[in-house]
């Protein structure tokens, strides 16, 4: 089963290069006529271990069979297994034409495999290189000879922002098979910039007399922060192994189900790189924050400009380092020159482009200044600078542009307006301080409560007016408010009568009070006012029996004093009337409003 | 009671007076060092003046014109720009400000019709227009609603105040409006970038001098911008706010 995978495995590989070499015969075919590659796979094996030697033939037609191989130490078969493939290439397909034969080492050493090959009256003589190992399994007892890894860096110390290159090698004895799937961990979390590693393929090579394969990963990245860091990284990988439990199922070993994978921490040595700081000593002073090794352009500066035509400047860095950190100088804005903002408009892994937009409103402008840029070169140790211009340049006046505008983001004035020579002078001392700490007067809760008053004061004198307007436009209603007031005078005359002992006007000052008070306290006209009416009224209200009893003689012997003469009444019988009249008043005041 | 009221009040009215004096003292020495060409102490002393607290319309234009002698035209343009919040017709303002502007090579913005009409006017005599036109209006209608023998006439007379004091709370609005937007002016020549981290890509330039409105975005570090339409992102650090009293 082992063998299987194994062959299963190499076949893959093969597969890989030979799609490989079709296409580089594909490219010199187009040039040369047909051609011819020799290959053999595996490149190195052991003894007795099977081989495959094919011929690869492309851009001719009926080709033949070649002779079969004769080398001392390797028995090969003849060319008896044919291929074909059509591939594209250039806008141009092609066909080719592969023979292959199996072969199998009987000694260990470097052997070359030779063909010559005639096709077309023409001939090629073509080689194949082998290694061939003495047949030895030992390696595969010991997990931590069949697998183990290798973690890189391209130097002990660099400088900061420097790019580093970061490697793993992950060695799998042949034979052995490990998933895709390779976990990576216990890398710094910080003081370097992101750790991306991508996958630079595979190959084989011989350890220790082992065959390995052997998968190479790596990273660019940049240290962000000085000091020392211990890269111990925790590599694991999930070999393929046997099931060595008989599953029951017939389908499971159909569908593969007897392997199964192991997750395996590979054995790794511990690196230790140092992150240097930028020396400070003569340091530029528009040190462009790049490491490495650089060059610096400028292009795209006209000879002959019009007057406030906008020019675009290009500027390139091209070399190795930190290119997107990398601060170009622009040009600033003076008198002649007004410049914009500078954008990146290209960054790859050799080159940054940047862009700026000039503006030159001076007609007397010869030249754009020189711009110097400065790196730290951490091969020397010490920063470079490089200096571009001074470009010259002709400006031909333009009365027209005067106004142009580039961006409209821009708040620059672009035509001025000579409003005078001088700002006028100062102003006297202000009477009113504000205070920094206090709102301003109209902002406070005081204003906000006493705005409502205008206009709840309003609707309260709107209101009371028309409610004494409404009252008094009613006759009746007025009388009866007011019945005490009008009906006083009489009762003022029988205080008076009673006060000088004389009955008769007492009781006719008391009956003429009497009527005019009920007749506006309860509506009725004059003559309406009689003792039952008073009487109905008065117990209604709810006055006390006794008082009522007492009003009750009163208006009796005011009607007799009316028709039958006027009674004998001594000073405190007429008082106790007016008494007994006052707590009447008193109650309908309450009652009968 | 009534004579620890009257004490208290004095006491009040006292130290009120006492930091006026103690504002006008400063402002007289601010002014001696300007009339000396001394611009910079002038600058100082006006500076150190608001930072007690008290501040003037007048002292900003005088402190504008300090920075403005002393060749510091970005400040030239905050402080004259900070007197126009309250006289904003003032014409020497006016003057000084365009020639600060003129100097500093910046476009003097000229604003709409609405907003200029808005902002000829403080926002505290809008509110006294206001006011006024309500007080006024509701005089009007009670005279309408006691007297109905002329109700015809003062309530048709009753709306011009209310038309008064609709057109000054407009103005309010418009002012209102305008100290939300927390106005910025950039002290140096700046970049806005995308996004509010250091390492965003650059958006749009602002030079020195130029007055921004900002959106409700920041955080601690970086404020959001708007400028003709585009707003971008800067370091808090790069401008100050105009009005700062509210």
Redesign the interface.
């Known amino acids: 089963m082992g063998k299987q995978r194994l062959n299963r495995k190499q076949s893959h590989q093969i597969d890989m290069k030979k799609n490989l070499a079709l296409s580089i015969i594909a490219l010199s075919a187009s040039v040369f006529g047909w051609e011819a590659k020799l290959s053999v796979e595996p490149t190195v094996a052991r003894v007795g271990e099977p081989l495959t030697i094919t011929l690869t033939l492309q851009d001719g037609k009926n080709f033949a069979r070649p002779n079969q191989i004769a080398v001392d130490g390797i028995r090969t078969g003849p060319f008896n297994s044919q291929s074909s493939q059509t591939s594209w290439v250039n806008g141009k397909t092609t066909r080719s034409f592969s023979l292959s034969c199996q072969a199998i080492a009987d000694k260990a050493g470097d052997f070359t495999i030779p063909l010559s090959y005639t096709h077309d009256g023409e001939t090629r003589d073509l080689q194949a290189s082998l290694k061939i190992l003495e047949s030895n399994d030992s390696a595969l007892n010991d997990l931590n000879k069949m697998f183990f890894a290798k973690f890189s860096a391209s130097s002990d110390s660099v400088y900061l922002q420097e790019p580093i290159d970061f490697e793993i090698e992950i060695f799998t004895v042949r034979g052995a098979e490990i998933t895709n799937q390779i976990g990576l961990d216990n890398l710094p979390e910080s003081g370097f910039d992101e750790f991306k590693w991508e996958s630079v393929g595979a190959e084989e090579r011989v350890v220790d007399g082992e065959i390995y394969i052997v998968r190479r990963l790596r990273c660019r990245t940049r240290a962000i922060t000085a000091g020392t860091f211990d890269f111990n990284p925790q590599i694991s990988v999930q070999v393929v192994t046997e099931n060595r439990r008989r599953s029951r199922d017939p389908f499971d070993d159909f569908f593969g189900a007897r392997t199964q994978t192991q997750t395996l921490q590979l054995p790794i040595d511990k690196t230790v790189l140092t992150v240097l700081p930028l020396p400070q000593e003569n340091k530029p002073a528009n040190f462009s924050e790049g490491v490495g090794d650089f060059d610096f352009q400028v292009q795209n500066i006209p000879s002959k400009v019009l007057q406030g035509d906008p020019i675009t400047v290009r500027m390139i860095v091209r070399g190795n380092g930190n290119l997107q950190n990398i601060k170009v100088p622009v040009f600033e804005s003076n008198r002649s020159v007004k410049s914009y903002e500078t954008s990146r408009i290209q960054l790859t892994q050799n080159e940054a482009v940047f862009e700026q937009i000039l503006m030159i409103n001076d007609p007397d402008l010869k030249e754009l200044p020189a711009r110097e840029f400065s790196w730290f070169d951490p091969q020397s140790q010490s920063y470079k600078t490089v200096t571009r211009g001074p470009f010259p340049i002709t400006v031909e006046p333009n009365e027209s542009a005067q106004a142009q505008i580039v961006s409209e983001n821009i708040a620059v004035k672009t035509k001025t307006e000579i409003l005078g020579e001088d700002i006028l002078y100062l102003k006297s001392l202000p009477q009113n301080w504000k205070n920094a700490n206090e709102s301003s007067w109209f902002r406070k809760p005081a204003f906000f409560a006493i705005l409502p008053l205008p206009a709840i004061f309003a609707a309260l004198i709107a209101f009371l007016v028309k409610k004494n307007q409404a009252q008094n436009s009613d006759v009746s209603e007025k009388r009866k408010r007011e019945a005490a007031k009008n009906s006083n005078p009489a009762l003022k005359a029988a205080e008076s009568a009673a006060k000088s002992n004389d009955p008769q006007t007492f009781y006719t000052e008391i009956w003429s009070f009497i009527t005019r008070y009920f007749s506006a306290k309860l509506k009725l006209g004059a003559g309406e006012i009689s003792e039952i009416k008073l009487n109905q009224a008065l117990e209604t209200s709810g006055l006390e029996k006794e008082t009522l009893n007492d009003f009750r003689k009163t208006i009796q012997i005011c009607e007799l004093s009316r028709y039958g003469g006027t009674p004998k009444s001594s000073t405190e019988e007429m008082n106790s009337i007016l008494a007994t009249i006052n707590i009447v008043i008193k109650h309908c005041e309450r009652k009968l409003k | 009671m009534k004579n620890f009221l009257l004490i208290l009040a004095l006491c009040i009215f006292s130290n009120a007076s006492f ?2 004096d103690a ?2 003292k400063m ?2 020495e601010a ?1 001696s060092f ?1 009339d000396a060409q001394n611009y910079n102490d002038a600058a100082k002393t006006y500076e150190t003046l ?1 930072e007690t ?7 900003f ?2 402190l504008g ?1 300090a920075y ?2 002393n060749g510091d035209l970005p400040k030239a343009v905050l402080n004259y720009h900070r007197a126009e919040y309250f006289m904003p017709n003032d014409p ?1 303002l006016v ?2 400000l ?5 100097k500093a ?5 000229d604003k709409n019709l609405v907003k200029k009409i808005a902002f000829s006017i403080s ?2 005599r809008w ?1 006294i227009f206001a ?1 006024g036109g ?2 006024f209006a ?2 009007l ?2 005279g309408g ?2 007297a109905p023998r002329f109700r015809s006439g003062l309530f048709k007379t009753a709306s011009i105040p209310v038309g008064i004091a609709l057109l000054a709370s407009f103005g309010i609005l418009q002012w209102e409006s305008r100290y939300k937007s927390n106005e910025q002016i950039f002290l140096i ?1 700046s ?1 806005t970038k995308f996004a509010p981290i250091e390492t965003s ?7 020195a001098g ?1 007055i921004v409105k900002t959106t409700q975005k920041q955080n601690s570090n970086w404020i959001e911008i708007e ?2 339409g ?1 707003t971008g992102w800067v370091e808090k650090s790069t401008c100050l706010p105009v009005a ?2 509210r």
């Open positions: 930091a006026n504002a006008q402002a007289i002014q300007y608001i607290g008290k501040y003037a319309p007048e002292i234009y005088n014109n403005f002698k020497e003057a000084n365009k020639f600060a502007y003129e090579g910046l476009e003097f913005a926002e505290e509110v006011v309500y007080i509701t005089a209608i009670l609603v006691l020549d970049v890509n650059e958006h749009f330039s602002i030079p130029t400028l003709n585009e700062f009293w």
